[in-house]
């Protein structure tokens, strides 16, 4: 069966196909005048402002979404089928109010709904409810916010907008009060190499790397041989896989070049090949999921606890050792400009606010040097 159907943002036609599994002329013919009369009923059902969940995150998806990256693609892929899932198909998107906002919140933090797993399963089964914490309630709901952001901008075909409104606007985000944001210590680091040594060389490789350029793992797991400039001891970061879209240019460390050209002496690869292919396909980079592996293993051969007293996360992870050289940074009194261009933030202020923590020894320095100056009369 072959039919056609408008692209409501820009009314123009698409076409669409689906196999019936079957020969028999008589019944294709009922089913084509059901879903005919189906159809007719969605449109207006668009057009009328009276749009559903589905038909919203269907058209956003198709026209919005292939404008991000491929991460944020499949998080909005997995969030649209668990708000579905949650709120219904066919609710419609107006009818949407606080309630309905604050039992998601709580139901998502003790794990009764959740994203499906890679393998179809659902991670709010009794058998793998996973409670998760403020901070990713909060990303969830925002994609929920920027669809019915868009849909009260975005035309529906006609005169009008898929919504009048955004009947979520203004609801609070959960925020954790206490954020565990965890850096390692030099002690801790060094014991997390000791554990490198008897792993796989691209877990050492990846772990200095991080520590020496305090990138996130993204692009690290995404650098080729071609951007690694040996004479200028500098590294390209591609913009494709960066956080914030931008291309940078970074000076690499004695420590940083001595482990690359160890691994490029004992595993050469040619110019364009990947700094960390995947042990499966040399042709692609290794995944997260393995990388993440990776660091668990390690932690856990560091003595370093991967949950604390409660049974929650300890969340140190890659993003640990961007913490401690935002942190590490603060005792050369480097420029916040140039702290941001090392790590990789677009904003100073996250910086800040969300990676530097001053240690009681930096305090304490701080404090001595004022005492001194104070002393001297300065």
């Given at each position: 069966?072959?039919?056609?159907e408008?692209v409501?943002?820009?009314?123009?036609?698409r076409?669409?196909q689906r196999?019936?599994?079957?020969?028999n002329e008589?019944?294709?013919k009922?089913?084509?005048d059901?879903?005919?009369?189906?159809?007719a009923?969605?449109e207006e059902?668009v057009?009328?402002g009276?749009?559903?969940?589905?038909?919203?995150?269907?058209i956003?998806?198709?026209?919005?979404?292939?404008?991000?990256s491929?991460?944020v693609q499949?998080?909005?892929?997995?969030c649209?089928e668990?708000?579905?899932?949650?709120?219904?198909?066919?609710?419609r998107?107006r009818?949407?109010?606080?309630?309905?906002?604050d039992?998601f919140i709580q139901d998502r933090?003790?794990?009764k709904?959740g994203?499906?797993?890679?393998?179809?399963?659902?991670f709010?089964?009794k058998a793998?409810?996973?409670?998760?914490?403020?901070?990713q309630?909060?990303?969830?709901?925002?994609?929920?916010?920027?669809?019915?952001?868009?849909?009260?901008v975005?035309g529906?075909?006609?005169?009008?907008?898929?919504?009048d409104?955004?009947?979520?606007?203004?609801?609070?985000l959960?925020?954790?009060?206490?954020p565990?944001?965890?850096?390692?210590?030099d002690?801790?680091?060094?014991r997390?190499?000791?554990?490198?040594?008897?792993m796989?060389w691209?877990?050492?490789l990846?772990?200095?790397?991080?520590?020496?350029?305090?990138r996130?793992?993204?692009?690290i797991r995404?650098?080729?041989?071609?951007?690694i400039?040996?004479?200028?001891?500098?590294?390209?970061w591609?913009?494709?896989?960066?956080?914030?879209?931008?291309e940078?240019t970074?000076?690499?460390t004695?420590?940083?070049i001595?482990?690359?050209e160890?691994?490029?002496?004992?595993?050469?690869?040619?110019?364009?090949?990947?700094?960390?292919?995947?042990?499966?396909d040399a042709?692609?980079?290794?995944?997260?999921h393995l990388?993440?592996k990776?660091?668990?293993?390690?932690q856990e051969?560091?003595q370093?606890?991967?949950?604390?007293?409660?049974?929650?996360?300890?969340?140190?992870?890659?993003h640990?050792?961007?913490?401690?050289?935002?942190t590490?940074?603060?005792?050369?009194?480097v420029?916040?400009?140039?702290?941001q261009?090392?790590?990789?933030w677009?904003?100073?202020?996250?910086?800040?606010?969300?990676?530097?923590?001053s240690?009681?020894e930096q305090q304490?320095r701080a404090?001595?040097?004022?005492r001194?100056r104070?002393?001297?009369?300065?």
């Open positions: 069966m072959e039919w056609f408008t409501f943002s820009t009314g123009k036609q076409r669409r196999s019936l599994r079957h020969d008589a019944r294709a009922g089913q084509a059901q879903m005919a009369a189906a159809l009923v969605e059902s057009r009328s009276d749009v559903t969940l589905n038909q919203l995150f269907d956003y998806l198709a026209e919005v979404t292939p404008q991000k491929k991460g499949k998080r909005d892929h997995s649209a668990m708000f579905l899932r949650y709120f219904g198909a066919d609710r998107a009818t949407l109010n606080r309630r309905d906002w039992n933090r003790v794990g709904i994203p499906a797993g890679r393998s179809g399963k659902f709010g089964q793998r409810g996973r409670p998760v914490g403020d901070r309630i909060g990303y969830d709901l925002e994609f929920l916010q920027a669809v019915l952001n868009w849909a009260t975005s529906n075909g006609t005169a009008a907008r898929f919504l409104y955004n009947p979520c606007k203004g609801f609070p959960p925020r954790e009060r206490n565990k944001r965890p850096r390692l210590t002690e801790q680091y060094g997390m190499l000791d554990a490198a040594q008897e796989d691209r877990f050492k990846a772990l200095i790397l991080t520590h020496e350029t305090g996130r793992n993204h692009s995404h650098l080729r041989w071609s951007d400039d040996f004479e200028r001891g500098v590294v390209r591609e913009a494709e896989y960066d956080k914030i879209d931008h940078w970074t000076s690499l004695p420590e940083a001595e482990a690359l160890e691994a490029r002496t004992r595993y050469p690869a040619i110019s364009a090949a990947w700094l960390f292919p995947s042990p499966q042709n692609k980079p290794c995944s997260r990388m993440l990776w660091w668990n293993e390690a051969k560091a370093i606890p991967l949950h604390d007293e409660h049974g929650l996360p300890t969340r140190y992870g890659w640990s050792l961007r913490r401690k050289l935002a590490d940074l603060l005792d050369e009194d420029a916040l400009r140039t702290i261009d090392i790590g990789g677009k904003d100073p202020n996250t910086v800040v606010k969300v990676y530097q923590k240690t009681t304490r404090l001595e040097a004022r001194n104070r002393a001297s009369g300065e």
